[in-house]
């Protein structure tokens, strides 16, 4: 954890409520592109981005300093998240983590996947992916989280993680094969 | 390999994604918010004792109101009559020393309901505080 990421939640736990605002300034962005990427509106980011704070505010008194900070707040927003997909009904079941069969991609997918990786292209990729996988994909390559940390924050085993990676990766490449509006 | 060049590839073009930011005034939203918060243990007993005030409020009005009923009922009746009033006041005053006999009963009674409501809202408060630390269940 960064110093100035202690000495916040170090004020913090002291009483000083002020010193929040600078953990707020550390993390907004962070956890607010995080949510909105999982439930692609806005509105519904913001909302989902400042119940995780005020969560974290409030239970700040429970944060295991043993555990990096980033991975207890992205636990909560990551809660957030998902109690407001499921007040939305965009559900997915988790049963058997519906994989649908997948093309054999071994020729010439990199040379696709070189071609159709602008960042907007990438954006829209991750919007169209089930919540489950956009999330670990983007907390294990923008926030550089390892299974581990991941597992943390989803509250999932870290087997479970690391297929559930695979999987992102493999769906990834078949919607850039097929010219990213395929559904898989 | 080219696996793993392509792994490269989608991983390098999800980290250089640029971080989105919320709409102006967020902080101060989320600020204020934080000003307004109650305190959670404050929050988290309001309202199971709330539940229980008001369910063991409904339970003693429901008991207690059919003897209300008879001794309005026949002091209305009592009422009425000749030198009424002073009748009325014997009954109420002779209920009353009855009650007092039965206080002892009485306040027994309530001790063993307050105890039960005790016991209801420990049970709700740690429910709720086991509650509170679980995750949100993985069904999306």
């Given amino acids: 954890m960064a110093e100035a990421e202690t000495e916040l ?72 998240c998902m109690d407001a997909l499921r007040a939305g009904n965009r559900t997915v079941s988790l049963d058997g983590e519906d994989f649908p069969d997948l093309p054999d991609l071994s020729a010439g997918v990199e040379t696709k996947v070189s071609e159709s990786l602008d960042s907007e292209h990438i954006e829209a990729m991750l919007a169209s992916l089930p919540p489950i996988y956009s999330e670990v994909l983007l907390l294990a390559y923008r926030e550089n989280m390892g299974p581990a940390e991941i597992a943390v924050v989803i509250g999932a085993p870290e087997g479970t993680v690391k297929a559930r990676l695979y999987r992102a990766r493999e769906l990834v490449k078949v919607k850039l094969y097929r010219g990213g509006g395929a559904t898989v | 390999m080219k696996a793993d060049k392509t792994d490269k590839l989608i991983e390098s073009a999800i980290a250089a994604l640029p971080y989105r930011r919320p709409s102006a005034g967020f902080s101060a939203r989320v600020m204020a918010s934080l000003a307004e918060a109650p305190e959670p243990w404050l929050a988290r007993l309001a309202r199971p004792a709330a539940i229980i005030v008001a369910a063991w409020s409904a339970m003693v009005a429901f008991l207690s109101a059919g003897a209300v009923y008879r001794v309005l009922s026949y002091g209305a009746g009592l009422a009425l009559e000749p030198g009424g009033l002073d009748a009325g006041l014997r009954l109420v005053s002779a209920r009353l020393a009855l009650a007092a006999g039965k206080a002892a009963a009485a306040l027994s009674f309530i001790a063993d309901l307050a105890a039960a409501a005790a016991a209801a809202l420990a049970c709700t408060l740690i429910i709720y505080s086991v509650g509170a630390f679980r995750p949100a269940a993985q069904r999306i």
């Fill in chain 1, 9 to 80: 939640v170090q004020s913090c736990l002291g009483g000083d409520n002020s010193a929040f605002a600078g953990l707020l300034e550390l993390y907004q962005d962070r956890i607010y592109s995080f949510a909105l990427r999982l439930l692609k509106d806005p509105v519904a980011a913001e909302e989902a981005a400042q119940e995780a704070f005020v969560k974290a505010f409030r239970g700040l008194s429970s944060y295991n300093k043993a555990y990096p900070f980033s991975s207890w707040l992205f636990r909560i927003a990551h809660n957030a």
